[in-house]
Each structure stands twice: as C-alpha cells, then as structure tokens.
C-alpha cells in the first residue's frame, strides 16, 4: 500500500506485533515478514487457524471517543468470524459450523486409525495392499482420505467388482443413517468418498465405476424426499446442496480432462421423484432449493461454485492434475457451468429459467468465455453436449450472456461476449430468424 512507510511497516514486524496482540488472543503461530517490491512497502501477516477452531478474546478492546466515553469493539469472551468481507460477532449456526470442523478434523485422524486396525486384524502392515486383502464387507468410506484414495486405486487397477459394489451399497445405506442422525459432518465425509472414487473412476477412464458412483450420489440425492415424496425442509436443501458441490467437483474435472461425456452425463441427471420434474436437471433444482432456504445467506455467504471450489482443495482425487488453489480448478468450474446449462438447454428444447442459471457470471468474462467459443468452433464437443440446431444454440448463448451480464453486474464479474466467432455466430443465426 502506497502509505505504508518503513518506518510503518517495523511496527509490523512479528516481534512487535505477537506481543501486542498476546494481550487478546492466543497469537504464538501468527508470522508475518515484511518485503519491498517495486519500491513499495508490502507485509504479509499469517494467521494460522486455532487448535480448537476459534479464538476467544481474553481483553476488551476499548478506547475512548472524542467526547471521552469508552467505547467497546469487543469485550471478553467475545469471538468473531468471517462473514463474507465482515468480521462479526458469531452466531449460533456459526457455533455448529465450527464446532463441526473441529470434529470433521479429528474424526480424519480417527479413520486414519481405522485403516491401521483393518491392517492389524489380518496380521498384516498397514498399507493398502493389506487393506487389499481383507474381506469385501470390511472395505469401508470411514478410513481416512489418503488411505481410501489409494485403496479404490487398487481397486480399480485389479477391477475388484465385488468390493466397489459393497462399498458404493454401504454408502447409500448408511447416507440415510447419517440423514437421520443429523450427522452432517460425517454426511461430507461420506459424499467425500464417493466423489473420490468418482474422481479416480474418470482419471483412470474406468467408465463403469464413475456411473455407478454417481449413480450413488443420485441415490444419496433422492434422500431428501421423504416415503410420501415431500422434502424435508432445510435438511433436504443441505443435502441436495452438499451433493451438488460434488457434482460440480467432478464436472470441472472432467472439463480439464475434455471428457465430454461425462461432462454430459453429470449435467443432465434428474433423479426420480415428482419434486425434481419441474427443473431441467439436478444442479437448478439443488441451487433452487438452497435458495430458498437462505442458505447462501446463512451458512458462510459463500456462492454455489466457491463451495464447490473449497470440496475440490479438500479431496485430493478431485484435482489429480492441479495444485490445490491452481487458478485453472475454478475456471474449469465456471467452464461446467456453462456447459452444464447447454446440456440441459439442449435436452430440454428451450433457455427457460427453470433449467440452469448462470453461476459463472460472478467471476471474470475470461474463466468462461471459453467454453462459449468452444461450443461454437468445436463440432466434436458440440455434438456431444447439445441437441439442437444453430438457431437454438445461438438463442441459448444469447439468454446465458443476458442473464449473466445481469448477475455479473452485482459482482463486478461477467462483462459479455467479446469473442468475434461466438458474437458473429449468435448475429447470423438470430438475424436469419
């Protein structure tokens, strides 16, 4: 920053600044260094998360007014949290969610625990060729992440039929246990599995195992309807929510890896039940419904394609080609968004509402604008994601780039088509009508 002197920025140094802020919180992990670029002052300060998941302030923070009267930004006990670009006094839904990160955190090491004792009761080492070994029913998703990646591995190298099956059965059984229970936390975990076995299933071109995966988050997504077809309020939003972002996961990895057809099949699914026939496909109808709980308004403010972002940095055979926070993941999630919404534009004859939205539009014009001159210039990928004439594709490009310049207004995102062959594709197709 342009008003950050030297003198300034000393007062940053981290033997400076963990003293004072001692006298709050607990700052022993906080770092921060100080550097020059371009001949301007910058500092980086890091603040590593707390051991338990918050921090609790244990000094008020006071000063006085220019009338003299103390003032208060935060007392003791008091504990802030992000809200978006706020920081503001938690709430109780802040308290769940924090408090079930700190679980979600420790149970990981408990399933790393679990693949030890699966290794032990075969008298074998805890690696995954001793996992290998044991019997179908004791392939479990509550081993840790690491440990289940590499065992699906395995099984898929040797096409184990029979221990994928008891495992994507075990899935869905105990989904609905975890539905019931309220167990939301472990719940990820288990759409964690199942999206990595996906995940691997695509990288490693096994057709069969990624359906069939998926054909398992369909039928953990069904879930949310209860024996008589109704939803069941928030709880179903949650769920239709968390598998979504999953699906988005996978949809972005298929994108990076050009695999159309799975691009095709993860848009286009619309599991069975009188709730989803409205929507054009599952990703309207669990953006629709989350909506209308409020949940992006309630639950960390975080957007439909930023969710799915963060599923993505914490399940590693998600981005079996990437860094975690490479700057292409997200771009190939925006790119899904896109194609998703020609897929079912397509499949369903028409750009109404009620089939897609334009999730993408939030972010910058170049993370998707790609996929729209690809579905101009490309035949092969054409052909494989949309049915439909020119005419249509060219009022599909015009209603998404309509809609999308309205969302991407409040965000500062999407700006329009730029791309001459997608706008003189879209002007000779509408013009001849």
């Known amino acids: 920053m342009p008003d950050l002197t030297p003198e300034l920025a000393r007062h940053l140094d981290e033997a400076v600044l963990r003293p004072k802020l001692a006298k709050y919180i607990d700052a022993s992990g906080l770092r921060s260094a100080r550097h020059?670029?371009?001949?301007?002052?910058?500092?980086?300060?890091?603040?590593?998360?707390?051991?338990?998941?918050?921090?609790?302030?244990?000094?008020?923070?006071?000063?006085?007014?220019?009338?003299?009267?103390?003032?208060?930004?935060?007392?003791?006990?008091?504990?802030?949290?992000?809200?978006?670009?706020?920081?503001?006094?938690?709430?109780?839904?802040?308290?769940?969610?924090?408090?079930?990160?700190?679980?979600?955190?420790?149970?990981?090491?408990?399933?790393?625990?679990?693949?030890?004792?699966?290794?032990?009761?075969?008298?074998?080492?805890?690696?995954?060729?001793?996992?290998?070994?044991?019997?179908?029913?004791?392939?479990?998703?509550?081993?840790?992440?690491?440990?289940?990646?590499?065992?699906?591995?395995?099984?898929?190298?040797?096409?184990?039929?029979?221990?994928?099956?008891?495992?994507?059965?075990q899935t869905?059984?105990?989904?609905?246990?975890?539905?019931?229970?309220?167990?939301?936390?472990?719940?990820?975990q288990l759409l964690d599995r199942v999206a990595a076995l996906a995940a691997l299933s695509i990288h490693h071109q096994r057709h069969a195992w990624w359906q069939l995966a998926v054909d398992a988050l369909q039928r953990i997504y069904e879930l949310g309807v209860d024996e008589h077809g109704n939803a069941r309020g928030a709880e179903s939003a949650r769920l239709w929510l968390d598998v979504i972002t999953r699906v988005y996961a996978l949809g972005a990895l298929a994108v990076r890896l050009k695999d159309w057809a799975v691009v095709r099949s993860l848009a286009e699914r619309r599991p069975q039940g009188a709730p989803f026939d409205y929507f054009g496909s599952w990703l309207r109808h669990a953006l629709t419904m989350a909506s209308r709980a409020y949940l992006f308004e309630t639950e960390d403010r975080a957007g439909l394609l930023a969710r799915a972002h963060n599923v993505v940095r914490g399940v590693a055979a998600l981005r079996p080609d990437r860094a975690a926070d490479d700057p292409a993941i997200l771009t190939s999630l925006a790119q899904f968004d896109v194609y998703g919404a020609f897929?079912?534009?397509?499949?369903?004859?028409?750009?109404?509402?009620?089939?897609?939205?334009?999730?993408?539009?939030?972010?910058?014009?170049?993370?998707s604008a790609p996929a729209f001159v690809t579905m101009v210039d490309d035949p092969e990928v054409r052909r494989v994601l949309f049915d439909g004439d020119d005419r249509l594709l060219a009022h599909a490009i015009a209603e998404l780039d309509r809609m999308a310049q309205k969302e991407g207004f409040e965000y500062d995102g999407w700006s329009g088509i730029r791309e001459p062959s997608v706008a003189g594709f879209v002007q000779r197709n509408l013009d001849a009508t």
């Open 343 to 367: 897929v079912v534009i397509g499949t369903r004859g028409g750009a109404d509402s009620q089939n897609f939205y334009t999730n993408f539009a939030r972010y910058y014009t170049q993370r």
């Open 172 to 188: 869905t059984r105990d989904a609905a246990t975890l539905i019931s229970n309220g167990s939301r936390g472990e719940l990820g």
């Open 36 to 169: 020059e670029v371009d001949g301007t002052q910058l500092v980086l300060i890091y603040v590593p998360p707390a051991e338990q998941g918050w921090c609790t302030f244990r000094a008020p923070g006071e000063y006085e007014d220019s009338n003299g009267k103390k003032q208060y930004v935060f007392r003791v006990g008091d504990v802030f949290v992000r809200h978006g670009t706020s920081s503001e006094r938690w709430t109780d839904d802040d308290v769940t969610r924090l408090f079930d990160q700190v679980v979600d955190r420790r149970k990981e090491a408990w399933r790393r625990e679990i693949a030890h004792e699966l290794a032990e009761q075969t008298r074998l080492t805890a690696t995954v060729q001793g996992l290998q070994e044991l019997p179908a029913a004791a392939m479990t998703w509550r081993i840790d992440g690491d440990s289940f990646e590499q065992l699906v591995t395995e099984l898929l190298r040797s096409n184990d039929d029979i221990s994928l099956r008891t495992l994507l059965t």
